[in-house]
């Protein structure tokens, strides 16, 4: 479409505000900071016209786009992205680095020369040569993930406020945090989001379409040992860090694991650990397509560190299992449409669409459950949670472009 797209010069603004989700807090959100970027992008959407934008005592952003149909029986339709950046590599001073017209050399990021990103180890620039990529300097990620939703979402508000003659119904901008540790939607008031059907905007490649996810859960393993002082310890001491090391140890080494499974695989992981010698705790994700695996694995988990644990007289163990989100598709197989004009804007913007998995969630994982059906569309992030991120500005234009076409399918086929 002919348009003056804002999103390259809102995306390069949002990255430089350090958002970075802390997994370790129990505020919410995690970090406040994570407010600084809400307060300007409820600034900046009333400045569009959304007169309604607001920001909850959460961080939450909400906006609306009213209906300019003649139709009053439409859907309102939500999309979605969320604020906050991993903890996995600092978010903090990010400096985007605009590279024009690519041409598939490797990108020596200038504030770590190490750190070089190639067509050999990211094989889909190999497609987006003469795009104009965005990287950050080497030192931090870049927070496309998803700071490239969120510009997209604000790029579409733009257009449609300075488009009246495309006719749609109610539309609802939502911001989240918190989402990179499993929490973007924890404090959410659904009566005050009031919308229908959803989609995030926290995909990767060009035309993905995704609607089905991991479900997860977390556990929390305890072992506990015997203190003794170790000068006088023999046959008294029973170290629980080191039976904390034995049940990682015994961990298959070839499968079970991200490192070795793609796909519809699921893994066991452990993500942290931390102790002393009497007590010593381990926090697992357990992941798969399938949900009814889950407690499969947690029982095979469960029985290997009790064996390990058995061996040790007075040694023993607490096993918590924490339920985190389950797949999407458990929803959506029942709504295809929702994911089929997403597909079909695709189509309409020239995009060729692919329908893919998540090997990880979105904040539609736990939305579609909570009543709004929630697919996920592409962004154009890559390399996520590392500091080689990267995104195409031609990819964001594109998801903007699919945005368009998507809501004016909802208003011809509701």
Known sequence: MS????????????????????????????????KDLSKILVS??????????????????????????????????CFCSHMDTAPD???????????RNYDGTPIVLPDDTTQVITTEKHPYLLSKIGDDLITASGLTLLGADDKAGVAIIMDFAQYMMSHPEVKHGPIRILFTPDEEVGRGVERLDM????ADYGYTLDGGPLGDIEDETFSADAVKMTFHGVSAHPGYAKNKLVHSMKLAAELIDSLPKDSWSPETTSGREGFVHPVAIEGGLETT?????????????????????????ESVVSNYSGASLDFEVFEQYRNMKEILQDLPFVTDYAVEAMTRAGIEPKRAIIRGGTDGSRLSFMGLPCP???????????????????????????????????????
């Open 281 to 305: 705790t381990v926090q697992f994700i357990i992941r798969d397509h399938d949900t009814s695996k889950l407690a499969e694995y947690e029982a095979r988990l469960k029985s290997m560190a």
């Open 376 to 414: 996920n569309i592409f962004t154009g992030e890559m390399a996520i949670h590392s500091r080689h991120e990267y995104v195409s500005v031609q990819d964001m234009q594109k998801a903007v472009d699919t945005l368009v076409e998507l809501i004016q399918i909802w208003e011809k086929h509701q």
């Open 3 to 34: 348009y003056s797209y804002s999103v390259e010069e809102r995306f390069l603004r949002y990255v430089q505000v350090d958002t970075t989700a802390d997994p370790n807090a129990t505020s919410f959100p995690s970090s406040a900071k994570q």
């Open 44 to 77: 900046e959407l009333q400045a569009l016209g959304l007169t309604d934008a607001e920001m909850d005592e959460w961080g939450y952003v909400f906006a609306t786009i009213p209906s300019n149909s003649d139709r009053a029986d439409l859907p309102t339709i």
């Open 191 to 194: 009566k005050r989001l009031n």
């Open 89 to 99: 590599c600092s978010g903090t001073n990010v400096k985007p680095i605009v590279h």
